[in-house]
């Protein structure tokens, strides 16, 4: 069955600090890949994807994710975080099995501190 | 551009008690989802229309769940009778049809089964 593994369900990090947040997935065929973010007491919002192409792609706010094939990952990445990057970030994988649908992560809650 | 609309934003009621929610979706988007995030936990896929067919209900638990896009617009989701495993955030999204498109969500209905 398809799935979407994400490392880490919490983080915490400084001001300033890198952020790596890992995401895999299972299904050998074409995908879409996604990763959304949730701030507090806001609908998910989109903050990158990838259709194809040059797998290193760059999102809003500064935030940047690289698909590896190989490896079934995109990770989610930013140099120096911010306070207000607090919020649950969710790898997503649009996939076709028939029709086409998404499938979520169980999401990771990162919380920077001032 | 107006987003997605669900009504109401919380619900509560009692277990056996039964409970409607409402999406309204981008206009022109052909695919509307359903999706259920229970807390700690990534958004679950319960239904998928395109305009007013089912796509993927494999994940729709269809004794007490349904739901309708009669005219391929708007959506309601029905639980009937509520359990309390139902407490949940319902999530509508909408897109454009197929590969290489995103979804975009609404606020969501946060029910809560006493």
């Known amino acids: 069955a398809q799935s979407v593994s994400q490392h880490n369900h919490h983080v915490i990090l400084s001001e300033a600090a890198s952020l790596e947040l890992g995401c895999n997935y299972s299904y050998g065929g074409t995908v879409n890949l996604f990763w959304y973010v949730q701030y507090p007491g806001q609908h998910l919002q989109l903050l990158l994807k990838?259709?194809?192409?040059?797998?290193l792609v760059k999102g809003i706010k500064g935030f940047e994710a690289e698909f590896i094939k190989s490896k079934f990952s995109f990770n989610l990445r930013k140099p120096s975080v911010q306070w207000s990057d607090t919020a649950e970030y969710f790898c997503a994988v649009g996939l076709v099995t028939g029709g086409f649908k998404t499938i979520f992560g169980a999401g990771t809650r990162l919380f920077v501190k001032a | 551009e107006a987003g997605v609309a669900q009504s109401p934003r919380y619900k509560i009621i009692e277990k056996r008690q039964s409970v409607a929610f409402w999406c309204n979706p981008i206009s022109g988007h052909a695919t509307l989802y359903w999706y259920q995030q229970i807390l700690g936990q990534g958004p679950k896929l319960l239904i998928q229309f395109q305009n007013n067919g089912v796509v993927d209900d494999s994940q729709l638990p269809k004794d007490r769940f349904s739901a309708e896009r009669l005219k391929g617009v708007d959506s309601t989701l029905k639980i009937q009778p509520a359990k309390l495993e139902d407490s949940a955030v319902y999530l509508c999204a909408s897109s454009w049809v197929g590969l290489n498109t995103e979804a975009f969500f609404g606020q969501g209905t946060r029910l809560t089964v006493v």
């Open positions: 990838y259709f194809s192409g040059d797998p």
